[in-house]
């Protein structure tokens, strides 16, 4: 060994210090250490034309801009497959003393029965008339989301499912999911357990539909990402409930937290059937902008979830600059549509500043469409929702869903659903 690297070694041998963890920024939590940086403009065009009119936003800038995600983040979705089919496995059973039925269904994605395949779980409130409904994937399968002994298990063992007895999960997710509170505002909500669609470690595509589905869906597993699975996955929900005569499916409001809040928005983004979309802590690769370098990173998020985008995304792992997109971008591709950005105060990995002024600065999108976004320049305070056609707030406490997350939302779906 040359004598440089002898002396590399005992460097790295004695004080623990590696060239990976040199390399990889510490995550700042400093506002006054914020780069300065400049966002790319959603309604400059490519030949640099400013877009004045919706009509060359909805033929050509929004096409644009959905490829660029397309291209350098998510990578593309397919279309649903030819011989994919819905079975009714409970029609309808009564549950909260009468007041709503709880549905099953699963969705086949291929002719005949096998695997792969994903349930579905479903309450909805008990009126003469459909219902709209809200969407969402959960994290840790249908029978975490309420102590129902006949919600269905998952098909498989994975998550945290993989050593608990799937029995004892019941209803562990349960706040999460305030299935009462939705239904008695005269909403249903639909869910799925997203690892049905690809399990969330890297090497989860191999098991997911991205392998199983390659050739019915003519796509190979690294053309698209697990986000983008777990996104064609929610558009097959949409899929299953245009079926549905208890519901109105030009009525289904798609949310998600977290990962699955980048899922939501992307699903979103490309499938216009959802009337509105809710993004609640999505965080980097979300809703937060990726310039303003605050909490997590695109480094981080590459390094930790290497299987959640595609690899062009790595490049950007450092330069967020150099991406042609930035995420208020994303949220502008929900236009005209409500779109709610939700944050959580001590949540600041997934930096809610950085939500906020996303939120905002997919205004002049809305203003096209004479619609009227966060309506303020300064993040509001704490447990203040703002803004019309895009509704922001950041709430006390940690990252999760809370009953206070799902009053707003509730709120805001009836400012625009007609019941
Ligand atoms: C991690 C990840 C986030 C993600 C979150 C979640 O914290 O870094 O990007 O949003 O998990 O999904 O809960």
Known sequence: MHIKNYLLFALVFLTGYTVTQAQAPATNYDESKVPPYTLPDPLLTPEGKKVVTTAEWEQNQRPYILKLFTENVYGRIPHKSSGMHFSVTEQGTPVMGGKAVRKQVTIHFEKGDKWPFMDVLIYLPKTNHPVPVFVGLNFNGNHTVAPDKEIRLPQYRAGKNKDADPETLRGTSASRWPVESIVNGGYGVATAWYYDLEPDNKDGWKDGIRTTLKETLHIA???????GAWAWGLSRIQDYLETDKDVDAKQTILL?????????????ANDGRFSIVISNESGEGGAALSRRIYGETIRNLNTSFPHWFIERYKSFNDHPEKMPTDQHMLLSLIAPRPLYVASAEEDRWADPKGEFLSAKNAGPVYALYKLEGVGVTEMPPVNTPVGKSVRYHVRTGKHDVTLYDWTQYIHFADQYIKK
């Open 221 to 227: 597993p690294e053309e698209w990402s697990a986000i």
């Open 256 to 268: 998600g937290h977290s990962r699955l809040g980048k899922t939501s928005l992307w699903a979103g």
